[in-house]
């Protein structure tokens, strides 16, 4: 009897998969139109950028970066990015760790703010930095009689990097921690440890892959970030010409093979970053398959039964 | 070490989690917290953990005479067993075991070989050995309880609190692990407090319980106690099944209606006064106080069978009263059921071997009045 109910349940099962799976021809058609419009949007450009880049052999791409003001361009990118990814890694783990793990006034708001880079135009969050610092921005003639140089110079650009990279972090983290809850951090105090030995060995270990997750995506964005840095930097060559400025002016200026040379390098640096994403994604379902796996059957566990 | 707690509140905004509570438990005792969601046991058992502190202005908390309120919940050294256990899933059980050592300053830290020699001991205390390698995602529920169990051990807590050890667990773990803590407890002899909202656990495993209602304590005794002289209506019907008759019964002195299908109270046998008493309060029957007799047997009130569940080690009998209508729950013996070879829709007689009702004292507080069933007269007789 048991037998017939199962053999019959599997069999409606099939069916039902079955009468819900659409023709072979319905399926070729979608698979074919998916995977043109990704070869037409995605995969085409980013050939063309290589394309482009080494059109006149490896010689002349190698070359095009041995120029001072492409190489002073992809340091002060690192610098950049090597400053605003760390504040906003600390940054992110303090808002997370305040808006997941505890209840006070303001919280809605606070989540708000986060959002706030990424719900404005670049352009705009640079515009912000201009008024405040710029020569006839409120503080500008403070920073001018001080002798400091904010908007066109470094700092601007590390600040309005900072601004637009704020979420990434935190918008992964806030996530993590109010899934893992608050009762690991509350066992570790019962068992003596110290808020700060709580979140250090406790909060963060839990979080750790969406951290680095959050701060690959950050990196990325630092990095590539255009519009605000482009309203803020001032355009100065050798000086404040960051990667994808650097990229505008060779194109503006018709140097196609060097423009696109840098451009492969960032989107190299893209490729790079998919390439982590992917890494840990792959990271954290394995590890949730060898959470899911059940002991039950080891003879380990047989013999440590009740 | 004795636990002591003197007018505890506890308020959460506007609401009352916690009322002017107080609380002794004694040394190497095992104590049950019982009752409903809400009654405010899980809070007093994490004010006791120092991880709720209680309002401000009322009540102390002793652990053996010595005034812990201040103390932050670090430094309380309280063993807590949280419900979904609460294990660091990055460590290993080993390391979990082991997590209270290694957190302590360095002049207090043991060695990373004592530290481990220590977790391994305990888990041949919670008979785990052999897991100390594993993650906590590849134990079953038992264990991880075990292991969370072993966790709290490791710090030589002063208490041990434990929230709903058991909630999570399946039907047939529960038991035995229910079983095992007893054993356990026998074993090290430590000060425990448990939370449950199962009635039947708390009576079980515990040697005193305190049964709350309601962010107060409604009644501190033993098992025994508990079960058999409860001290309100709401203990009776919490702890235990319990048919309630709200038939009410009247005092015969003015049993002017002698129609009336009620049950009678002998005012002078009961040593209670018909005003102390209305005549409205419900009467309490266990299941097994309802005796099933043939029917028309003398002295018995008229009952017509509705149920017969006998997949049990006993019989659970579903009754109607025929001329209240009221559904009665009775218990009787496999052998006593075979022998009274009745079947659903059959006419049957009942009588009551043991009746409570609870009646108002002259402080307006109410006690419970235990009668045999020959204080209580029904009419129907």
Redesign the interface.
């Known amino acids: 009897m048991s037998g017939f109910t199962q053999s019959h349940l599997g069999h409606s099962a099939r069916s039902a998969r079955r009468a819900l799976a659409p023709s072979p021809w319905t399926k070729a058609a979608f698979i074919v139109l998916a995977l043109a419009f990704l070869a037409l949007f995605l995969f085409l450009p980013l050939a063309a950028v290589f394309s482009e880049a080494l059109r006149k052999g490896w010689g002349t791409f190698v070359s095009s970066f041995n120029d001072t003001d492409a190489l002073h361009a992809i340091k002060l990118t690192l610098l950049v990015a090597g400053i605003a990814v760390p504040l906003n890694t600390v940054f992110g783990l303090c808002a997370s760790w305040a808006i997941a793990k505890h209840d006070f006034p303001g919280k809605n708001f606070l989540l708000t703010l986060i959002d706030l880079p990424f719900a404005i135009s670049p352009v705009i969050s640079g515009l912000i930095y201009v008024l405040l610092f710029g020569a006839h921005g409120w503080l500008g003639p403070w920073l001018a009689e001080h002798d400091i140089q904010i908007i066109f110079a470094v700092p601007g650009i590390i600040l309005a990097t900072v601004f637009v990279t704020f979420p990434f972090v935190a918008r992964e983290l806030i996530p993590a921690m109010q899934a893992q809850g608050n009762?690991?951090e509350?066992?570790?105090?019962?068992?003596?440890?110290?808020g700060w030995?709580a979140f250090r060995?406790?909060t963060l270990?839990?979080v750790?892959w969406a951290l680095f997750y959050g701060v690959v995506l950050c990196n990325a964005r630092a990095m590539g970030e255009f519009g605000a840095v482009s309203v803020v930097s001032g355009h100065i060559r050798g000086e404040t010409n960051t990667m994808p400025l650097q990229v505008e002016i060779l194109y503006n200026e018709y140097n196609f093979v060097a423009a696109f040379a840098m451009a492969a390098l960032l989107a190299l640096l893209a490729l790079a970053t998919l390439a982590a994403k992917s890494l840990i994604e792959w990271r954290v379902a394995s590890q949730l398959r060898?959470?899911e796996?059940q002991?039950?059957n080891t003879p380990?566990?047989k013999?440590?039964?009740? | 070490m004795s636990i002591q707690a003197n007018n505890i509140s506890k308020h959460f905004g506007a609401t009352c989690a916690l009322n002017d509570v107080s609380l002794k438990v004694k040394k190497g005792h095992l104590t049950a917290l019982v009752g409903p969601s809400g009654s405010g046991k899980t809070t007093l058992l994490r004010i006791l953990?120092?991880?709720e502190n209680p309002d401000p202005g009322g009540g102390e908390l002793l652990f053996h005479g010595e005034d812990v309120s201040g103390l932050p919940?670090?430094?309380?050294?309280?063993?807590?067993v949280?419900q979904?256990y609460?294990?660091?899933?990055?460590l290993t059980v080993e390391q979990n075991i082991g997590?209270?050592l290694s957190?302590?300053d360095r002049s207090e830290r043991p060695s990373r070989k004592a530290i481990r020699d220590k977790a391994r001991e305990l888990l041949s205390l919670v008979?785990?050995?052999?897991?100390g390698s594993?993650?906590p995602?590849?134990?079953?529920g038992?264990?991880r309880q075990r292991v969370?169990l072993a966790?709290?051990l490791?710090?030589e807590p002063r208490i041990l609190l434990l929230d709903e050890p058991f909630g999570a667990l399946d039907a047939k773990?529960r038991k035995?692990?229910r079983r095992?803590l007893r054993q356990f407890h026998e074993e090290v002899r430590l000060t425990t407090v448990f939370v449950t909202h199962d009635q039947e656990e708390a009576l079980e495993l515990a040697d005193e319980v305190v049964v709350m209602s309601n962010a107060s304590v409604a009644q501190v005794g033993t098992p025994q106690e508990v079960f058999d002289r409860p001290s309100s209506p709401f203990v009776i019907e919490f702890m235990g099944n319990v048919n309630r008759l709200e038939s009410g019964y009247w005092p015969r002195e003015s049993d002017a209606d002698a129609s009336s299908p009620q049950p009678h109270l002998h005012p002078d046998t009961d040593g209670i006064h018909s005003r102390e008493v209305k005549p409205r309060d419900p009467l309490y029957v266990r299941p097994h106080d309802i005796e099933i007799r043939p029917a028309d047997e003398d002295g018995t009130l008229p009952a017509r069978v509705l149920h017969i569940f006998s997949a049990g080690s006993v019989g659970r009998v579903t009754l109607e009263r025929i001329r209240t209508h009221e559904i009665l729950e009775a218990e009787v013996s496999r052998s006593e059921l075979d022998e009274l070879n009745i079947g659903a829709g059959d006419a049957v007689g009942i009588r009551f071997r043991h009746i409570r009702l609870f009646a108002r004292n002259a402080e307006g507080q109410q006690e419970i009045v235990e009668k045999e069933k020959t204080a209580v007269r029904f009419t129907e007789e």
């Open positions: 009762d690991e509350l066992a570790a105090l019962t068992l003596g440890a110290s030995q060995r406790v270990p839990n750790r060898a959470d796996r002991p039950d380990l566990h013999l440590a039964k009740l | 953990a120092g991880l919940v670090q430094k309380r050294r309280v063993g807590m949280f979904h609460a294990l660091f899933r990055h997590f209270g957190v302590r008979q785990l050995e052999g897991l594993r993650l995602q590849q134990l079953s038992g264990q969370a966790r709290a490791a710090i773990v035995d692990l095992w």
